[in-house]
């Protein structure tokens, strides 16, 4: 039923799919030229083997410093494509041992490095978005078989305010 001013209307019943699992960006928030650690976490139904996407970012805010497996992620093997930096994207590739997967529930599965301009403003959000260049997006199982999800991206934001030292 889709209601307005003018009154409701009911449409012809449509199906709805809701992602069964998620990639997402845990935006954080740092100061100017300081590195910030952003974590990438799978929100997971326990079928997860392998994890695959581009981080976007803008290359005149940011810059990638380095990616590590996140603490859930000990066991699996990271793939970096830093060939398109200079355009503000990372390819990400992640895969647990053969047969392995995540367990179902929040998984920290990347840890990415940026260092944050020194010349950005407070109240500047430099966004982290998916795409799908130079690695396309895509979950898959422990057959490489490819599963349905959704992507999430986040920010970091340099925060507004006052900022001091204290001594003694």
Same mark, same amino acid.
């Given at each position: ?6 009154? &409701?209307?009911? #449409?012809?019943?449509? $199906?709805?799919?809701?992602? $069964?699992?998620?990639?997402? !960006? ?5 100061? #100017? ?23 976007? *970012? ?5 810059? *990638? ?5 996140? @603490?859930?992620?000990?066991?699996? #093997? ?18 647990? $041992?053969?047969?392995?997967?995540? +367990?179902?529930?929040?998984?920290? =599965? !990347?840890? =990415?490095?940026?260092?944050?301009? @020194? ?9 982290? +978005? ?11 199982? @422990?057959? @490489? ?11 970091? +934001?340099?925060? +507004?305010?006052?900022?001091? &030292?204290?001594?003694?």
């Amino acid at each position: 039923v889709v209601s307005s001013s003018s009154g &409701d209307t009911t #449409s012809n019943a449509a $199906p709805l799919s809701i992602a $069964p699992r998620v990639v997402r !960006v845990v935006s954080q928030s740092t100061s #100017s030229g300081a590195n910030s650690v952003v974590p990438v976490e799978l929100l997971a139904t326990g079928s997860e083997n392998g994890v695959d996407f581009t981080l976007n *970012f803008d290359p005149a805010q940011l810059t *990638f410093v380095s990616a590590a497996v996140g @603490a859930q992620a000990a066991d699996a #093997s990271l793939n970096t494509n830093s060939s398109q930096l200079d355009a503000g994207k990372l390819g990400i590739a992640l895969a647990k $041992p053969t047969g392995a997967t995540w +367990t179902a529930g929040t998984q920290e =599965i !990347v840890k =990415i490095t940026f260092t944050v301009n @020194a010349s950005l403003a407070g109240g500047t959000v430099a966004a982290l +978005t998916f795409g799908d260049s130079p690695i396309l997006r895509e979950i898959s199982n @422990a057959t @490489a078989q490819a599963l349905p999800g959704g992507y999430q991206g986040g920010a970091i +934001t340099v925060p +507004t305010g006052f900022e001091g &030292d204290m001594n003694g």
